[in-house]
């Protein structure tokens, strides 16, 4: 069993709500090696990244650190096991200085009276890892780069022996990257070992000893990264076997053209020059993390301020704002239910309702009986379990939940819909139920946008796809020609030409 | 499922069953407390309050706070008895809530241009409206013992005070307002999930100040009968109304962090804590218990409140 790992997990799962995101993982880190963690979106990296840190509680399987198995690992236990998390979003006090933040919850005191010694504890820091920083700067005033120095000597305060990177470099330059880069080898040198959770082919093949590659939450292969090339990755992560999931038949009986979109700016990066989409047709939206895709649905339908024009059915918007739109046929199912979706406080019935209130209303006065004519016949139509139109909507589960979302743009009878990740964390059934409905309302002649991480689905769903990079169309391809592994390496070349640009 | 509908039924219905007990043991302890008289008497007392407490709903509903109603109710005291002494009485009555209205207004602006949190910006506007009532009223005491001005607070109406059915009606518009009508609708979202609101079309900032508006002429209609009742207007007035109708907001199971809750709740609220006070009065208790007692209701009630929240 002890194969000399530092740390070791052994049929690690994570299950969100009804959704395995991680299933079976047998992972070992030894000292001093950098190991990648690579997948596609959703593929549950990051899941795992913050389950070896502590962050996240795994709900089967067991961890065991120095051959120790461990009862409850979280965020205090991996500390003073020695093992760190440098989440995404860093987590600094924006007020403390430098010195402050690496040393909070280590200060030396005297009965609680700080001694102020911050400072020169950390020089000897620095002066021993190599990481320098003015330790009297405040948090707030650094780059992100900077603030990831910090996090790195915090972990190196706190005698890290493995620190877990998640996605460090989404934020940094070029040259950041080489500089995080070199602080690993030099953690690695020292004999600790770094996590590394990455989307980034080029990084992973440059710096990692060894590689693990997860599908679907579930562990492919973890092999050194020297056997590996940027051909074996890909394939790895999309899997010799198509997912099993039935798409609906394509909709291919176009009608006129309902939303047109020209030189659409915007000030989050968007730039559109020109998009069309037919009656009936199912255009898909594929990019990496980052890529600015749902930046362009926000443009279109004036969530966000932009430039350029946006027609439905021929008719231009005007005023360029949510409800102008909604007005107009035009809406868009945002990609974080709970977030940006539904109000969890209200019931099913009057989340439907929400962005129709002025149509199910007279003289300022809620029409309760159309309303809950239309949300009986949404449940009934999506199939929405429980089928109760007064529902607690926070009790639903994933798929469920999403039902009531789309349903809730449905309600209106638009022209142009536009999904932004329908079927992201929800189950095999709900999945193919929203599918279903997709096609279905194209048939009916609405114009339809999918914008998805998965690209599995894209392709499945839509019979024109956009590659989107930097907020831009680069590329439009036919999604019954080109596989995925096809789509996947020109999204990876298109991020690499940007690399080489900046 | 069990205990989040348990809790779910405690957050809407413990404060009308702490009511019942409380009556309960306070006509068995006392003779003198379930008389038509003393139940009349405390709704006519509280009716000022339970106005402002009903509007406050709302506001906590959005996800705001009001810190400035004591402050308007201040503005309107001095105002409608200047306006009955210098000008005309039934002038002063229909006015003040509208100054309330607009001083409402004023402070939604605030909060909405300048983005900050309700809690810090009607903290600083109770201190300007405070000050404009010292101003105004030279810090005097304003006399307005005017037939035209005190029958709002003073007569009845079929038996019932006037105060009693401003009341009930504002309640209840405010009530069938936040259950029936879009404006309700949009309330509850708001304070619900701000973001899924604005991406539904609805203009949130428009109805944050709705909100406040509401409060602000909640307050003037409050003061107008406290005024009225005591013909005397003066700066002083409704110091620490603000902290009273929170108060009986959460008391009535308004979840603090907004989208949920309702306007009777509140109401009943304000009478719990009312009860608490009479029966004191009525048995001749220590007064020092008196404030311990009704710190524990409240404390039990945000507990219960924040049970219903942990999902």
């Not at chain 1, 120095?66 to 979003?89: C, K, S």
């Not at chain 1, 989307?199 to 020297?226: P, S």
């Not at chain 2, 404009?132 to 003073?154: C, H, M, V």
């Not at chain 2, 608490?276 to 218990?289: E, H, K, Q, T, W």
């Amino acid at each position: 069993m002890n194969t000399g790992a530092l740390l070791s997990l052994r049929g690690v799962g994570v299950r969100f709500g009804d959704v395995d995101v991680l299933s079976g993982v047998d992972l070992d880190i030894r000292p001093g090696e950098i190991h990648g963690l690579i997948g596609e979106n959703g593929a549950g990296k990051s899941t795992l990244g913050k389950v070896i840190g502590g962050y996240y509680r795994a709900t089967s399987g067991a961890i065991s650190v120095d051959g120790r198995h461990q009862d409850r690992w979280d965020t205090p236990t991996a500390l003073e096991n020695g093992v760190a998390i440098m989440h995404q979003e860093l987590q600094l006090v924006p007020a403390l200085s430098v010195a402050q933040n690496v040393y909070l919850g280590l200060e030396e005191n005297w009965f609680g009276l700080l001694r102020r010694s911050e400072r020169s504890r950390l020089e000897m820091l620095m002066e021993d890892s190599g990481l320098r920083l003015d330790p009297d700067a405040p948090a707030a005033s650094l780059t992100i780069a900077e603030q990831q120095k910090v996090e790195v000597l915090r972990a190196l305060a706190r005698e890290a022996r493995v620190i877990v990177m998640d996605e460090p470099t989404a934020a940094l330059s070029k040259t950041e990257v080489d500089q995080l880069h070199r602080i690993m080898r030099r953690l690695r040198s020292e004999g600790r070992s770094v996590v590394y959770v990455t989307h980034f082919l080029n990084d992973i093949l440059e710096v990692t000893d060894k590689v693990t590659v997860l599908r679907n939450g579930e562990l492919v292969k973890t092999g050194e990264t020297a056997d590996e090339s940027k051909q074996s990755l890909v394939s790895a992560m999309l899997g010799g076997v198509k997912s099993e999931t039935l798409y609906p038949p394509k909709p291919r009986d176009f009608g006129d053209v309902l939303l047109s979109v020209r030189d659409l700016k915007s000030p989050n990066g968007s730039n559109v020059e020109r998009l069309d989409i037919r009656a009936g047709e199912i255009v898909g939206f594929a990019g990496l993390m980052g890529a600015g895709r749902t930046e362009i649905a926000r443009a279109i339908t004036g969530a966000d301020p932009s430039t350029g024009t946006v027609e439905v059915a021929g008719k231009p918007l005007t005023e360029r704002s949510i409800r102008a739109a909604t007005e107009e046929g035009l809406v868009m199912v945002p990609e974080d239910r709970r977030g940006q979706g539904l109000v969890m406080t209200l019931p099913v019935r009057a989340n439907i309702s929400l962005p129709h209130l002025a149509r199910f209303s007279r003289a300022g006065i809620v029409d309760k009986k159309g309303e809950w004519a239309l949300a009986e016949r949404l449940i009934d139509r999506f199939s929405v379990r429980p089928a109760i139109v007064d529902g607690d909507v926070s009790n639903y589960s994933g798929g469920n939940q999403q039902k009531v979302l789309i349903g809730k743009w449905l309600a209106g009878n638009p022209k142009v819909l536009i999904l932004d990740e329908p079927s992201r964390g929800v189950d095999v059934g709900a999945r193919e139920a929203i599918h279903a409905e997709i096609a279905r309302l194209a048939r009916e002649g609405v114009a339809i946008l999918v914008i998805s991480s998965e690209i599995d689905e894209v392709l499945g769903l839509a019979t024109r796809v956009f590659l989107v990079d930097d907020g831009r169309l680069v590329d439009e391809i036919d999604p019954d020609e080109i596989g995925e592994a096809e789509v996947l390496a020109a999204l990876f070349s298109h991020q690499g030409f940007k690399d080489s640009v900046a | 499922m069990t205990r989040a509908k348990m809790a779910k039924f405690l957050q809407t219905y413990a404060v009308l069953i702490l009511i019942v007990i409380l009556m309960g043991v306070l006509s068995f302890a006392s003779d003198s407390f379930l008389t038509t008289r003393n139940l009349l008497n405390i709704l006519n007392q509280n009716a000022p309050l339970a106005i402002m407490a009903s509007a406050m709903t709302l506001v906590i509903i959005a996800g705001g706070f009001d810190l400035s109603v004591g402050a308007i109710f201040a503005i309107g005291s001095v105002v409608s008895a200047w306006l009955a002494v210098n000008v005309n009485p039934y002038l002063g009555l229909l006015l003040a809530p509208f100054v309330g209205l607009a001083l409402g207004y004023a402070n939604g602006l605030a909060i909405t241009l300048l983005r900050v949190h309700s809690f810090l910006a009607t903290i600083a506007t109770a201190l300007i409206f405070k000050g404009i009532a010292i101003a105004l009223s030279d810090g005097r005491l304003i006399s307005a013992r005017i037939e035209g001005f005190t029958w709002l607070g003073r007569e009845r109406f079929l038996g019932v005070f006037n105060a009693v059915w401003l009341m009930a009606i504002f309640a209840l518009v405010l009530s069938f307002a936040l259950t029936r009508t879009t404006f309700g609708r949009q309330v509850l979202s708001v304070g619900g999930n701000e973001e899924a609101a604005i991406l539904s079309g609805i203009r949130t900032k428009r109805v944050k100040i709705a909100t406040f508006a509401i409060a602000g002429f909640a307050a003037g209609l409050a003061s107008i009968i406290t005024t009225s009742r005591v013909a005397l207007g003066q700066a002083s007035a409704g110091e620490g109304m603000e902290l009273q109708a929170i108060a009986a907001v959460i008391l009535g199971g308004t979840s603090i962090y907004g989208g949920q809750g309702a306007v009777w709740r509140s109401v009943a609220g304000v009478f719990l804590l009312a009860l608490v006070s009479n029966g004191f009065n009525i048995l001749s208790l220590d007064p020092f218990l008196r404030d311990l007692t009704t710190g524990i209701i409240i404390l039990a009630a945000v507990g219960i409140s924040a049970m219903g929240q942990r999902r």
